[in-house]
């Protein structure tokens, strides 16, 4: 067996994505280290497990390489599967499933109709960007909003939860420039 890894037992969606996962590693030509990948096998195999998760966590001896092969077989799925829709709706994106690397979070911005805004503006922006940290400048722009948001929970009564009470009184107050 040696060179080989056996699906024998997996359900069949689960053998097709580990297979997937491993076609796309290698297009991105990452490698795959054989035992550990028998390792993740035999796991996913007596857990019964019927679909890769990335929040999988490997038991046991080498559990942060099983661990890490795992979330990555399991992130290249989930990137096919490609429901931006869904993803655009969380707090935290998961890029993969927009065709990037790494994530995106908007837990910083307290208020919602501020941090709808942002991530349709996101939304929009994100496939203008290439190169290996596309979201890099995106989650620059996701901070500053974090922090005037910040500023507006701390400096109105309301809270800044009021889009339509807000006026320049709050943006030069935010940028230090009021009288």
């Known amino acids: 067996m040696r060179g080989q890894v ?28 054989l035992h550990v990948l028998r390792a993740v096998v035999e796991d996913l195999r007596r857990g ?25 077989l399991a992130r290249y ?14 707090d935290v994106w998961d890029l993969t499933v927009f065709g990037s690397p790494g994530r995106l979070t908007f837990t910083s911005i307290r208020q919602q109709w501020l941090r709808d805004a942002v991530k349709f503006w996101a939304a929009d922006e994100l496939p203008r960007h290439r190169g290996q940290r596309p979201h890099a400048r995106i989650q620059r722009v996701i901070a500053a909003a974090g922090r005037l948001s910040a500023h507006l929970h701390a400096a ?21 420039i009021g009288a």
């Open 156 to 176: 109105r009564s309301d809270h800044g939860e009021l889009p339509a009470a807000l006026g320049r009184r709050d943006i030069e107050s935010f940028l230090g």
């Open 6 to 33: 056996s699906l024998l037992g997996l359900p069949a969606q689960l053998a097709a994505e580990i297979l997937f996962g491993l076609r796309q590693r290698t297009r991105d030509g990452r490698t795959t280290r």
């Open 48 to 72: 019964e497990v019927t679909s890769l998760d990335p929040r999988w966590q490997a038991p046991g001896p080498m559990a942060r390489e099983k661990g890490q092969l795992g979330r990555s």
């Open 77 to 90: 799925v989930r990137a096919a599967r490609g429901d931006t829709g869904t993803e655009a709706a969380a």
